[in-house]
């Protein structure tokens, strides 16, 4: 009887593998937050990083992104445009600045430095309508999931350089409609702006996407109204997520067990389950943050995945970085002078100690050596008063930025893990192994589309940008 149990398990697998296999997905997941001429959102490469994981523990292959210039989405979109051809799903995700002008909706690479509407319509932006039809059209399920209405940080510039006629330019994107197969979703309605979160967090539609598209046997449109829901609650009615759809037939991102396949056509079929811990991606993932003193970080991994193996480990580290030095912390640094926790370090305090620029150096190196980054260049710049805060809070000692001669002992007197030696300019802070995986990885699903097609989409999109730059 028990053997009849395996043979029947095996056969469960081997046919769930088959189906998983039969079922391509790609998703394109990009978030820009690091904008060099208008303020910077936080969130959004969080965003990404999270959402791009949730998606590969269903079976996507993810082109991923943040921070991306203009050539370097250019690049990202090419690469996702060939792979999503003849696809089964394809996911498109973006989290950061868009802007609306004449209608229009536009996506900002990072480099982004628009003063008038020709900088949008000649190539400054990139055209989200010409976007998605040049790298999704042929996919047989689309889904759009557009994190990007904030407040558009352009609009004054626009509107100032274009006072000899009118000019359209909305405060957040506008009104999209979905062709046959596509669900489009906005994280707010139509010319309303959006809320990027708390700071080192998922945004309040992004967390609702992670929380919701994934559950086990919930059909794509019924996971988006409980989207809508939680986003709704969470911001006390301050932002109702918006979307348009087309789909003609009933789409599953993890289709549970239980859950039995509509009849209609297309229908995304079974996806491996989602990870709820154990998983190879999830070990690296953690392997990745797990000696972070970034609580963004840490929610990250928190946010992608919620019932994770380590999240007992996540939680305890984003208790000491938030909360101050634990127990143990403390015992560990047992020798050090009382005062250290209560004396404030400046400025001054540090001029006192007389660094030189090789002890500015060793300062860096030892900070690198327990984990906390930072490059090493003899010269303490904001990056470095950062860190030194969050070395300063991990060991409970007043977080000024500055180090006194009593903080500067207490360093000194760390056991420092492994010291960085190759380069003066890049940090390499000190890593264990991480623990062999105890599940295989989903199934990653690669496009074998050939050679002619690939060039074919190419002179698709090149051909699609130019006449959409001049068709405006």
Request: proline content about 5%; glycine content about 10%; hydrophobic content about 40%.
């Amino acid at each position: 009887m028990r053997s009849l149990t395996i043979i029947v398990s095996l056969m469960c697998l081997a046919l769930s593998v088959s189906v998983a296999k039969a079922d391509r997905r790609v998703a394109f997941v990009v978030g820009n937050g690091a904008y060099k001429n208008v303020a910077q959102l936080p969130n959004p490469p969080i965003d990404a990083k999270a959402m791009a994981s949730t998606l590969r523990n269903v079976g996507f292959e993810v082109i991923e992104g943040s921070n991306l210039t203009r050539d370097q989405m250019t690049e990202k979109l090419l690469d996702f445009g060939r792979k999503a051809q003849g696809s089964d799903i394809a996911v498109f995700y973006y989290a950061g600045h868009g802007i609306a002008v004449g209608g229009t909706n536009y996506l900002l690479p990072v480099d982004a430095d628009i003063k008038s509407e020709m900088d949008v319509k000649l190539g400054a932006a990139i055209n989200i309508d010409l976007t998605l039809d040049q790298t999704m059209g042929d996919a047989k399920v689309k889904l759009v999931f557009l994190d990007a209405c904030r407040d558009n940080p352009f609009a004054a510039k626009i509107k100032s350089n274009s006072a000899t006629r009118s000019v359209n330019v909305g405060s957040g994107l506008a009104e999209m409609k979905s062709g046959e197969g596509t669900l489009i979703a906005f994280a707010t309605g139509p010319g309303q702006t959006a809320l990027d979160g708390q700071e080192g967090n998922n945004s309040p539609f992004t967390r609702a996407l992670i929380d919701n598209i994934t559950k086990p046997g919930v059909e794509i449109q019924q996971a988006m109204t409980s989207v809508r829901a939680q986003v709704n609650e969470e911001t006390h009615k301050g932002q109702l997520p918006w979307g348009h759809t087309n789909l003609i037939g009933a789409v599953y991102l993890n289709q549970g067990p239980a859950t039995q396949v509509a009849n209609a056509t297309p229908t995304a079929t079974a996806a491996p389950a989602a990870a709820t811990g154990g998983s190879e991606t999830e070990v690296e993932f953690w392997r990745s943050v797990k000696e972070s003193n970034k609580a963004e970080e840490l929610n990250a991994y928190l946010s992608a995945y919620p019932n994770g193996q380590f999240k007992p480990l996540a939680l305890a580290r984003l208790a000491a970085i938030q909360n101050g030095p634990s127990t143990t912390t403390r015992n560990l640094n047992a020798g050090v002078d009382p005062a250290t926790f209560t004396e404030d370090a400046s400025q001054l305090t540090e001029d006192q100690i007389g660094l030189d620029k090789g002890q500015r150096r060793d300062v860096q190196r030892r900070l690198n050596g327990l984990g906390f980054d930072t490059k090493v260049t003899g010269v303490f710049n904001d990056e470095t008063r950062s860190v030194l805060k969050r070395w300063q809070a991990a060991r409970g000692y007043p977080s000024t930025g500055f180090l006194n001669k009593l903080q500067h002992k207490a360093l000194l007197s760390e056991i420092v893990a492994s010291t960085t030696t190759a380069s003066e300019d890049s940090p390499k802070p000190a890593r264990r192994a991480a623990p062999a995986p105890t599940q295989s990885a989903p199934v990653q699903h690669r496009n074998s589309a050939g050679d002619a097609a690939g060039a074919a989409f190419v002179g698709g999109v090149v051909g699609g940008m130019m006449g959409g730059m001049f068709r405006h």
